[in-house]
């Protein structure tokens, strides 16, 4: 008599299905990675981080004499600027040094028209337009007209200094990487180098025909400065710029050079 066949039991049945199911699900997993990996080939490079592209517009030109200083003289306590005769003329690219102290920025002050002068007289062309970005930072801080700080954010005042709708707006703040993160907080509680990237931004925007930039490197990273130096070197109005930096005054074609020490001006060259 041949032997029955020995008749499976449930729970070979059940072993049988789970490595079955096993190996079906590792099957599956596989065929999903190599698709995976197929995409990833197709893909040529990954995408490039945007990098900033400062453009400064020139606005059309004024007159041939821009601002000019006749026996100027300002008296703040025991510190006095001048008596200075100075005129800046259209197409003048001119730096402005000096040790702290020396006057550099009250002699800006005084050329713009903004710091009363003690004595003398101070004209400026009817067809200048100034794009400014001034030591301390406070065209975009937020202030009132009674200069008090208030809450409006950087987009608002940012809106408010350009004539942008809000997409324009946000769009070029976006690229000085300002982004909604920046632009819906208080103007009032940005950083330094958050003002100065909100202010490269405004001269973008509303161009100028004379650049007048009172330590602008201050606060910026090697790539903002490398862009600032370039639209710097191809603008094509007037630049009075003061900066104690000497790789920007190296980078940037200057033609005229006034020195200062205690609120005098010691030398006056072209270059």
Do not use: Y
Not at 132 to 150: M, P, S
């Amino acid at each position: 008599m041949s032997k029955a066949k020995k008749k499976p039991n449930d729970g070979d049945k059940i072993q049988r299905n789970l490595k079955m199911n096993s190996s079906e699900q590792l099957a599956g997993k596989a065929a999903r990675t190599d698709k995976q990996m197929e995409r990833l080939v197709k893909v040529e490079k990954p995408r490039e981080a945007w990098q900033l592209q400062l453009e400064i517009p020139l606005s059309e030109r004024g007159g041939d004499v821009v601002a000019r200083l006749s026996n100027a003289t300002i008296t703040r306590d025991s510190f006095q600027l001048g008596p200075i005769d100075l005129q800046v003329s259209f197409g003048d690219r001119i730096a402005i040094v000096g040790h702290n102290g020396s006057g550099k920025s009250t002699l800006i002050g005084a050329l713009l028209g903004r710091t009363p002068l003690t004595d003398g007289s101070q004209w400026m062309g009817p067809g200048v337009v100034i794009g400014e970005l001034e030591q301390a930072r406070n065209q975009l801080a937020g202030r009132n007209d009674l200069g008090e700080l208030t809450n409006a954010t950087l987009l608002e005042v940012f809106m408010a200094a350009t004539g942008l709708l809000v997409p324009d707006a946000r769009t070029l703040l976006a690229k000085f990487n300002l982004a909604a993160d920046h632009v819906n907080r208080p103007a009032a509680s940005l950083s330094p180098g958050e003002r100065t990237r909100a202010v490269l931004a405004l001269l973008m925007a509303n161009g100028a025909n004379c650049l007048v930039l009172d330590e602008p490197t201050n606060h910026l990273d090697m790539p903002a400065i490398e862009q600032l130096e370039q639209a710097l070197d191809t603008f094509g109005g007037t630049v009075l710029l003061v900066t104690h930096d000497r790789s920007l005054l190296e980078s940037v074609r200057i033609t005229r050079t006034i020195s200062l020490d205690a609120g005098r001006i010691v030398s006056d060259h072209t270059s």
